[in-house]
């Protein structure tokens, strides 16, 4: 089945600790994004990967880091979480960074305590 | 500020009711996505209009693109309760500085009630 795989769903953690999100995907798709979603805000861009080793700043990548050594993941970093960090994160991914449109994960919902 | 705004926010209806939502931009659209986002679930694409005036329907909803790329509606008849969800509208905006960015209007909330 073709999906965005994303882990965990759920954490909870402690400012300043660092954590690491991880998504996949196996449908060989050149285009990754993350994306966080707050109440009254929408869906925002945090940063997005055109292929293997090319990543680009979305709308709000301050306090984020990702990395893409392969095609098919593209982890989102926190290294020192605050509480501001708290949302809901999506992984997507797409053939060709638009068309035929994003594949997205079933979220990650972060609390930083 | 939202560069796609949509409304209404929040629609609740009948069973079997009619309702549109709306997108805006004060910008042209490229081209335009509508997805459908259920809870705990991430948004699914339902559809992706590109030529102004251009309407696509996908069995009860009917998509429809302005003439001038600047505004879109998804209009669903006889509303189920399995149509209850966030529906979200985005696009590649010209000003955002980068056409690889899908910017994402803030969605409206649909309940349909038994």
């Known amino acids: 089945e073709a999906q965005v795989t994303q882990n965990p769903r759920y954490l909870i953690t402690v400012t300043g600790k660092k954590l690491t999100v991880t998504c996949s995907q196996n449908?060989?798709?050149?285009?990754m994004s993350w994306y966080r979603q707050d109440p009254g805000l929408g869906l925002r861009q945090i940063y997005y990967?055109?292929?293997?080793?090319?990543?680009d700043k979305g709308d709000v990548p301050e306090g984020y880091k990702v990395s893409r050594k392969e095609k098919r993941n593209f982890p989102l970093i926190l290294e020192s979480p605050s509480p501001n960090q708290t949302s809901l994160y999506f992984c997507?991914?797409?053939?060709?960074?638009?068309?035929?449109?994003?594949?997205f994960g079933s979220g990650t919902r972060l609390t930083v305590v | 500020t939202q560069l796609l705004e949509q409304s209404p926010q929040f629609l609740s209806i009948q069973e079997g009711e009619n309702l549109t939502v709306y997108c805006n931009s004060s910008?042209?659209?490229?081209?335009l996505q509508w997805y459908r986002q259920e809870p705990g679930e991430g948004p699914v694409l339902l559809v992706t209009?590109?030529?102004?005036?251009e309407v696509k329907k996908l069995k009860r909803l009917t998509f429809q693109f302005g003439d001038a790329r600047k505004d879109s509606s998804l209009h669903i008849t006889a509303a189920q309760p399995g149509d209850t969800g966030l529906y979200l509208c985005?696009?590649?905006?010209?000003?955002?500085?980068?056409?690889?960015?899908?910017?994402f209007g803030s969605g409206t909330q649909l309940t349909v009630l038994p």
């Open positions: 997507a991914s797409s053939l060709s960074g638009y068309f035929p449109g994003y594949t």
């Open positions: 449908m060989n798709h050149e285009y």
């Open positions: 990967s055109m292929n293997v080793e090319v990543t």
């Open positions: 910008s042209v659209f490229s081209s």
């Open positions: 209009v590109v030529t102004g005036g």
């Open positions: 985005a696009s590649r905006i010209i000003s955002s500085g980068s056409a690889r960015q899908l910017t």
